[in-house]
T-cell receptor, first 112, second 112 residues
Framework: SQQGEEDPQALSIQEGENATMNCSYKTSINNLQWYRQNSGRGLVHLILIRSNEREKHSGRLRVTLDTSKKSSSLLITASRAADTASYFCATERIEADDKIIFGKGTRLHILP | EADIYQTPRYLVIGTGKKITLECSQTMGHDKMYWYQQDPGMELHLIHYSYGVNSTEKGDLSSESTVSRIRTEHFPLTLESARPSHTSQYLC???????????FGDGTRLSIL
């Protein structure tokens, strides 16, 4: 069953602009994670935010979590061509035995 | 990058053949996972393991089987491949607790 759902499905922006992706989920969670997948490769973990946290930063990445709205956002500032990839949110539900469920992803394309 | 390896990267094979997809990690992680991902789509968990001699079926029904005889090795087997098995298969591992998953680069399987 799908837990996380990203919005938008696809996003094209100019290099240097900021990119924002959103994720909504349905049930209570322990944590929410964001991953990046380059074409033809596996996923790379970006950030994990726990249910008692509201915001985390890592370099040019900023993640927010609103448990009351069951939503999260990923902001990439000053985008670069190398940021072109698919971005997935994944949620670990409470009592899910460490299993996580992935959304369908946002395909981000950075234009030169 | 994480030390988790999948072989082969690509496999094109005829219907009815027995296939084993290999996955190995050198991080000593107890937890390992197999996901199935169609192009541009979300990941679906098909098998997972929490340690040696532990295997469980995931959320997506699969005709494949797995084994976990050694901590570092988590092979996936299809006894008789069919065209419906054509997909990308991703292996991942993680440490105990709410730790992120580390992914291999996947095996892209095509059954003719």
């Amino acid at each position: 069953s799908q837990q996380g759902e990203e919005d938008p499905q696809a996003l094209s922006i100019q290099e240097g602009e900021n990119a924002t992706m959103n994720c909504s989920y349905k049930t209570s969670i322990n944590n929410l994670q964001w991953y990046r997948q380059n074409s033809g490769r596996g996923l790379v973990h970006l950030i994990l935010i726990r249910s008692n946290e509201r915001e985390k930063h890592s370099g040019r990445l900023r993640v927010t979590l609103d448990t009351s709205k069951k939503s999260s956002s990923l902001l990439i500032t000053a985008s670069r061509a190398a940021d072109t990839a698919s971005y997935f949110c994944a949620t670990e539900r409470i009592e899910a035995d460490d299993k996580i469920i992935f959304g369908k992803g946002t395909r981000l394309h950075i234009l030169p | 990058e994480a030390d988790i390896y999948q072989t082969p990267r690509y496999l094109v094979i005829g219907t009815g053949k027995k296939i084993t997809l290999e996955c190995s990690q050198t991080m000593g992680h107890d937890k390992m996972y197999w996901y199935q991902q169609d192009p541009g789509m979300e990941l679906h968990l098909i098998h997972y393991s929490y340690g040696v001699n532990s295997t469980e079926k995931g959320d997506l029904s699969s005709e494949s089987t797995v084994s976990r005889i050694r901590t570092e090795h988590f092979p996936l087997t299809l006894e008789s491949a069919r065209p419906s098995h054509t997909s990308q298969y991703l292996c991942a591992s993680s440490d105990r607790g709410d730790q992120p998953q580390h992914f291999g680069d996947g095996t892209r399987l095509s059954i003719l």
